[in-house]
């Protein structure tokens, strides 16, 4: 490879970073504007090779030492600045439970292990991205992870004089990642589960393991590697490189603008745009259209891009914490202010450093560096173990007295926390009541356990322990695990249940209907698309299945909308000076409640098959919708399920109801 700069390959940078700040930006056209960086990954793949390949020829060797210090260089003044500044303004406006998060991310962020960090972080009950912001450095440390093990493997292989062997191999790893992203693809796997049942655990969540660990992702990395050794021997012909940039521009314009975010990824959907960037790495430089990427502009906001990179996501996730969506007014300002401060970035840190005089010459500069370093490795350590430092918070208007653990507020307090997903809850042996559904299912369990089994010694068992419909006949039609199985195996499981009671129990069953719908379909049957007459249908085919058992059906909660625990220990600031805590103790009620609790009413009125309750009886009145209980307690633990305060209440509010069908099941 030659050494000369390929000013296309800034150009394709531009496109990258332009691509993931769109689709960051909720710009709906960019649906797959993710892809950026996977495109980055390539880039990366072929130029790191690029540099390694030239001194490999040049010297037989690597001084790798060397060649980490100019990766630091580089990358860490940039990075340590936008490190510092995000910090800084999230112990300024974010809650306890954020902040918490945010220093553990920024210690693994700095360890370049933020990808594992986020990856083990990543369950259903886990935060929005949009409050994370430093969750965009997961592909830092992919990156960094890349160049640990790549040059060393390199430096073996010549130095074993196998550097015939390069290219194959670099085919055979692509090879083997492609296979793991289909072998891991569900999140399953028998060898896993029968040796390793700890690892077989943690990649349960397949779309996620997918998408935050560098296994998955070397083919990327060596899709542009392999481009090294074929970039110097370029077809002579011009139109011909014009078709294969127009092809590969192509490529990456397709998985922009018709991906979604949905998809299971990377799988062989990345090969679309990381053959494309390979394809423009290759033909782009001599090619007639080359201007496209090549002109002054592309190529300055390629030069830019690491800058951009870096403040995109801390601005739009502050933008977010602060104002909520962002509108189109929002995207433009968001754009403009994340333009700004990477030019200054770029200009006065990522220029600067850069120069040898920083390092080489003035050794201050490097200990400021390493302090830089420590004491943001010591901040985020110490917030992450101090419960994301309390002491910056307002004092609570509501009732926080029995809360201790502000860190994980949601898991702790969630109203099925502590609970079975599947099986008798404490001592029972014998069914009275049997509680179906997902997790808003499951946050009944505290109500029902308090009120009925401790309070009426009823055996209670669960069965709510998968995101599906708990419904004959029913599966989810989301990429990541296999859905038929889990939905079927999981019904029977609950049908199991009430089928050994000695008296037909009292089945329960609750979801996040609307939630649920978006996402289901039915098994052998190919619907991309459930109606509420589908969910009708299979609680009535529930109801047969479980003969003389009466079945109560609970419906939508109006839900907070927002993190309340996070709204009312937020620190104020002169940022928050107009920010109103006592408004979110209601919510306003909306102007109908939702079309599948009225639905389901009708259904339960009409057939008599089943009882049905809705939460918007007892939990709004007067246009308006409570968010605390009787003692100010937290009635959900996030935005919409209930906690173990709010399960209480309902179920409190709800035991006429429920004592008369426990009472009918003595009557069948």
């Known amino acids: 490879m030659t050494k000369k700069y390929l000013p296309h390959v800034d150009g394709l940078r531009a496109i990258a970073v332009l691509s993931v700040i769109l689709f960051h930006l909720n710009v709906s056209a960019f649906s797959g504007g993710y892809v950026g960086v996977d495109v980055f990954f390539v880039i990366s793949g072929f130029l790191i090779t690029g540099i390694l390949k030239s001194e490999l020829e040049q010297t037989r060797s690597?001084?790798?030492?060397?060649?980490?210090?100019?990766?630091?260089?580089?990358?860490?003044?940039?990075?340590?600045?936008?490190?510092?500044?995000t910090f800084l303004f999230s112990?300024?406006?974010?809650?306890?439970?954020?902040?918490?998060?945010?220093?553990?991310?920024?210690?693994?962020?700095?360890?370049?292990?933020?990808?594992?960090?986020?990856w083990l972080e990543a369950d259903y009950f886990d935060t929005s991205a949009k409050l994370k912001p430093f969750l965009h450095t997961w592909s830092l440390s992919i990156e960094e992870q890349f160049y640990l093990l790549w040059p060393a493997t390199l430096l073996v292989l010549y130095k074993l004089r196998l550097r015939t062997l390069v290219l194959p191999l670099l085919f055979i790893g692509s090879l083997a990642s492609l296979a793991l992203n289909f072998i891991l693809a569900d999140g399953q796997s028998d060898f896993l589960s029968n040796h390793f049942k700890v690892l077989a655990d943690l990649?349960?969540?397949?779309?996620?393991?997918?998408?935050?660990?560098?296994?998955?992702?070397?083919?990327?990395?060596?899709?542009?590697?392999?481009?090294?050794?074929?970039?110097?021997?370029?077809?002579?012909?011009?139109?011909?490189?014009?078709?294969?940039?127009?092809?590969?521009?192509?490529?990456?314009?397709?998985?922009?603008?018709?991906?979604?975010?949905?998809?299971?990824?990377?799988?062989?959907?990345?090969?679309?745009?990381?053959?494309?960037?390979?394809?423009v790495i290759y033909a782009g430089a001599d090619s007639y259209s080359r201007v496209l990427i090549s002109n002054p502009v592309a190529v300055g906001v390629g030069l830019i891009s690491y800058s951009l990179y870096l403040v995109h996501w801390p601005i739009i996730v502050f933008w977010y914490?602060?104002?909520?969506?962002?509108?189109?007014?929002?995207?433009?300002?968001?754009?403009?202010?994340?333009?700004?401060?990477?030019?200054?970035?770029?200009?006065?840190?990522?220029?600067?450093?850069?120069q040898p005089k920083y390092f080489r010459f003035k050794p201050a500069w490097r200990t400021t560096a390493l302090m830089a370093f420590l004491a943001l490795f010591a901040s985020g350590v110490h917030s992450y173990s101090a419960e994301g430092w309390t002491w910056r918070a307002e004092e609570p208007i509501v009732n926080l007295a029995e809360v201790s653990d502000a860190g994980s507020f949601h898991k702790a307090y969630y109203g099925g926390a502590g609970y079975p997903y599947y099986g008798p809850v404490g001592a029972s042996t014998d069914p009275d009541i049997v509680l179906m559904g997902d997790s808003h299912g499951r946050h009944y369990a505290e109500g029902i356990s308090t009120?009925?089994?401790?309070?009426?010694?009823?055996?209670?068992?669960?069965?709510?322990?998968?995101?599906?419909?708990?419904?004959?006949?029913?599966?989810?039609?989301?990429?990541?695990n296999d859905w038929n199985k889990i939905c079927t195996d999981r019904l029977e499981e609950a049908l199991g249940y009430i089928n050994k009671a000695s008296t037909p129990?009292?089945?329960?069953?609750?979801?996040?209907?609307?939630?649920?719908?978006?996402?289901?379909?039915?098994?052998n049957k190919g619907e991309s698309k459930i109606g509420i007459s589908s969910i009708i249908k299979g609680i009535l085919e529930l109801k047969e299945l479980i003969?003389?058992?009466?079945?109560?059906?609970?419906?939508?909660?109006?839900?907070?909308?927002?993190?309340?625990?996070?709204?009312?220990?937020?620190?104020?600031?002169?940022?928050?000076?107009?920010?109103?805590?006592?408004?979110?103790?209601?919510?306003?009620?909306?102007?109908?409640?939702?079309?599948?609790?009225?639905?389901?009413?009708?259904?339960?009125?009409?057939?008599?098959?089943?009882?049905?309750?809705?939460?918007?009886?007892?939990?709004?009145?007067?246009?308006?919708?409570?968010?605390?209980?009787?003692?100010?307690?937290?009635?959900?633990?996030?935005?919409?399920?209930?906690?173990?305060?709010?399960?209480?209440?309902?179920?409190?509010?709800?035991?006429?109801?429920?004592?008369?069908?426990?009472e009918g099941r003595l009557n069948e």
């Open 547 to 662: 003969g003389d058992s009466p079945l109560v059906v609970i419906g939508e909660v109006p839900g907070a909308g927002v993190n309340l625990y996070d709204i009312f220990t937020r620190p104020m600031p002169l940022v928050f000076n107009d920010f109103d805590r006592e408004s979110y103790l209601f919510n306003t009620l909306p102007d109908h409640r939702p079309r599948i609790n009225n639905a389901l009413k009708e259904a339960a009125e009409s057939t008599g098959a089943y009882v049905f309750v809705d939460p918007f009886d007892y939990l709004c009145s007067n246009n308006k919708c409570r968010n605390t209980d009787d003692q100010k307690r937290l009635i959900y633990s996030d935005t919409a399920h209930l906690s173990k305060f709010g399960s209480l209440y309902l179920i409190e509010a709800m035991q006429s109801e429920i004592e008369k069908a426990l």
């Open 62 to 85: 690597v001084n790798l030492a060397q060649f980490y210090r100019r990766r630091i260089k580089r990358l860490a003044p940039a990075f340590l600045a936008m490190a510092l500044a």
């Open 91 to 118: 112990m300024l406006v974010f809650s306890p439970t954020h902040f918490q998060r945010i220093g553990g991310a920024l210690v693994a962020s700095l360890a370049s292990v933020s990808n594992f960090f986020f």
């Open 505 to 523: 129990p009292l089945v329960v069953v609750s979801h996040s209907w609307r939630f649920q719908m978006s996402v289901a379909g039915l098994i």
């Open 321 to 354: 914490y602060l104002g909520g969506e962002l509108d189109i007014a929002d995207q433009i300002a968001a754009s403009l202010l994340t333009f700004i401060l990477a030019y200054v970035l770029y200009r006065f840190v990522e220029q600067r450093f850069r």
């Open 451 to 480: 009120v009925f089994s401790k309070g009426k010694g009823l055996g209670l068992y669960m069965a709510s322990g998968s995101s599906c419909f708990h419904l004959p006949g029913f599966t989810r039609i989301t990429e990541g």
């Open 203 to 279: 990649v349960v969540d397949g779309k996620s393991t997918l998408f935050f660990l560098l296994p998955f992702r070397i083919f990327e990395f060596s899709i542009g590697a392999s481009i090294v050794w074929l970039i110097d021997k370029r077809m002579p012909w011009r139109l011909l490189n014009d078709l294969l940039t127009w092809t590969g521009l192509g490529l990456i314009a397709y998985a922009v603008f018709k991906f979604d975010e949905g998809m299971l990824f990377p799988y062989w959907f990345a090969l679309v745009p990381c053959i494309g960037t390979a394809l």
